[in-house]
């Protein structure tokens, strides 16, 4: 699995795609230029988006597409009471954390509230990166500790501390010497002493990923490295979303305390009501951890993230080293952030993700009988990988699935591949996907299988 | 001068000063206990503020401040054209540079517009850290170096790599070992040659710089690191505001390029028009940056930066490594961004700055024969430092300098202080404000010189 360059351009425009894109887009795309060459567009033929309702989203042509990708806008894009409340905010007042704001103060309490009670402490900041690059520092001072134990697959933000705790990212971006890896959690197709994962029980399997990350930190320590944490999310999502058997992560956070390491859980990917099963992630596999981050679902849009803590474990980095972000949680971000959650429970989203992710899940393993490129289905809530494989093995089908990709935005379906191979269809819609947005899912992925011949 | 701790809490409330609180006040600080120890509230008495209108501000007992110190609210508190782009923008689409947009595209092309044309690429990010981390490794990789030169009380941001090039954290935080230090560039107390250095051009100063440069550069490869560059703001605004003589950095950059590095410079406190001599802080210097970091003034409030370079030095860094920021550069950050640039035009920001900023530093100048504790009044545009020492001594009176800013507070004029020793005044009002601001900040000046007796 070592053939790919980097899991950030496997759903890419390349320039050698230009000729073939109406002159409009190819404007656009060639104005490009200006932000330099680590800009990457989704798609052989870019999309060109100007309106967002809900999980639809218009092109300049009026085209109207669904959308089965972005979980920034968690409740749906342009949510109005959303809107509303960053409009009302930024004509009252825009300032930082070093006056007094009942907005900050407000949401930290209700976002602590979401969280077991040993997690009594949050600090704001803009993006994800920052809330894991605070995380890792946070969990070296509490240890004393340097080394971080990520996922073969692991993606955990841009920084420069945590691009090298980001493999996904490829081999040009060096790993930090202090860092290890355990494999992927890839219950499709590992294997624990010849037994197939997919069977295995919690525990099981919990105590295979266990016994790897013991391997990884004793390896670390003969280098002279103290452990400080494990960083994961609790799908493992580019690593190809791998959510079950529920309760694995058990064992895992298990050996992680035993060997004097805290976990970071980031959120990122699992938290906010997208499971179905629980408001964050680590909830549904029943461990509480040590730091928890989170950052894209967080305020539909506007740049907030955030890291929260035991205060035991805050308390080593926050009462010596200053740490002030201008932005973070400034009155506007904390009433957007405000109005996400205000929604999430007034339009039961949790509840939505595992009623309509649940059918979305059985529909896509209808298929497989009749569709042998659908290797396996798997998932939670509204968080599903959909593997693209050679029919009748479990070799990853990257070239199908791009493709796949291309054809379903022919059909107007916007979502992207996840996984070392890039052969996993990851669909993540906002969270006021409908069933009538799975049918309309369904029957474009039906006409572009077709399309396909597969 | 190492008595500090930080210059983080040199102007903080303090647990000790609870019991002074109004109960309302009180309340809300208590509260504050959620946010980690981390969080430092400004002055004695903290300010709860809940409306602000160009430059002015409202606590929630309605009494009116002025604000000298928020640069983020470049264009004035909520303008209203800044309110208006952003509330359109966030109705109609949020979403990522993945998609194209023309938000981006116009404000990039916009952006570079404004600097010299080697100058030709910009990447987005959320905060000045970010950008400012972005930048550094960009230096790193273009250079084949690690090694960066900062002066003695930079700050440049707070994330792991940044924050241990950022000497202003104080000595908690450990300094990279990489990293070297130059001397603040203090023309009120460094003699150069027996000279004052008040008396010298452009060239001797910055000559007696270049050779501090040389020498920590000097000292970076006797420990076997190659020298990747300087990363500096142009008017050393943590160092305490040093932007005279003008053009002493051009020596120092010709410097960094004759040994192989590149210049990142730091924008997030000189630019944007608040130098009033040039839209740049390094144009008023007459130098061409390698680089260029933006993030406070940019956009209003809305978590915004960006890093520009030349093409050529990002080339190695954004040609291999992938690198993407989810809300970076999203359609209505850009929206708020292209607002806060259209209406510097439009209002003349710069002219502004020039004019009130100028008559300010007089009437502080003024005061001098009448008040000796004011050591020095310096700066440029509407960035001003002013020294308060022990009088006929150009001992910092930090203890003066503080219970300064809480007279200021009590009349109702909100600002703070930088520098080594936390006893320069920063006043660093929002670009809008006005010659009756400057005649309403010196009264209460006055007024709290003569109250505290000096």
Chains 1, 2 share one sequence.
């Not at 979303?241 to 050996?255: H, K, M, Q, S």
């Not at 968080?383 to 990709?405: M, S």
């Not at 947005?437 to 597969?454: H, I, N, Y």
Request: proline share 6%; glycine share 10%.
């Amino acid at each position: 699995m070592a053939t790919r360059s980097t899991i950030m351009d496997t759903n890419s425009f390349r320039p050698e795609m230009m000729g073939a894109l109406d002159p409009e887009t190819r404007s656009l795309v060639e104005k490009r230029d200006v932000l330099g060459p680590a800009y990457r567009l989704f798609y052989k033929n870019p999309v060109h988006l100007v309106r967002g309702d809900g999980a639809r989203l218009w092109d300049a042509d009026g085209v109207e597409y669904l959308d089965v990708y972005n979980n920034v806008a968690s409740v749906g894009h342009c949510h109005p009471r959303v809107v509303d409340a960053i409009t009302r905010q930024v004509s009252l007042l825009n300032t930082h954390t070093r006056y007094l704001h009942e907005n900050v103060l407000r949401y930290a309490e209700d976002i602590l509230s979401t969280m077991p009670g040993e997690i009594d402490r949050v600090m704001f900041q803009c993006t994800g990166s920052e809330a894991n690059d605070l995380a890792v520092r946070v969990a070296q001072c509490h240890t004393g500790g340097e080394g971080i134990v990520v996922t073969h697959e692991a993606y955990h933000g841009n920084s420069a501390l945590i691009s090298e705790l980001s493999p996904a990212l490829g081999t040009a971006q060096p790993l930090s010497r202090s860092m290890r890896m355990v494999p992927t959690p890839d219950t499709f197709r590992v294997e624990v002493d010849g037994a197939a994962a997919a069977g295995l029980s919690a525990e099981a399997f919990g105590g295979w990923m266990a016994s790897c990350l013991r391997d990884a930190v004793a390896d670390m320590e003969r280098h002279g490295i103290r452990f400080a944490g494990f960083l994961g999310d609790s799908i493992f999502s580019s690593d190809g979303v791998f959510p079950d058997p529920r309760g694995y992560l058990g064992p895992v956070i298990e050996a992680v305390h035993d060997l004097g390491g805290v976990y970071i859980a980031d959120e990122v990917q699992p938290g906010f009501t997208r499971t179905g099963d629980a408001f964050w992630g680590f909830q549904r596999q029943g461990i509480v951890p040590d730091i928890v981050t989170s950052g894209k679902p967080m305020a539909n849009g506007m740049p907030t993230s955030m890291m929260a803590a035991r205060h035991e474990v805050l308390e080593s980095f926050a009462g010596s080293i200053p740490y002030f972000n201008t932005f973070g949680g400034n009155p506007v971000c904390m009433a957007a952030a405000q109005a996400v959650l205000d929604v999430m429970r007034d339009e039961d989203t949790m509840g939505n993700a595992k009623r309509v992710g649940g059918a979305f899940r059985g529909q896509l393993a209808g298929m497989q009988p009749d569709h042998p490129v659908i290797g396996d289905v798997r998932g939670t809530g509204l968080y599903i990988g959909c593997e693209i494989v050679r029919p009748g093995t479990k070799d990853p089908d990257q070239g199908l699935a791009l493709a796949l990709l291309d054809e379903l935005r022919e059909n107007h379906v916007l979502t992207s591949v996840c996984g070392p191979l890039g052969n996993v269809l990851k669909l993540r819609p906002p969270l006021v996907f409908s069933l009538a947005d799975v049918d309309w899912f369904m029957s474009a992925f039906e006409r572009s299988l077709s399309s396909l011949g597969v």
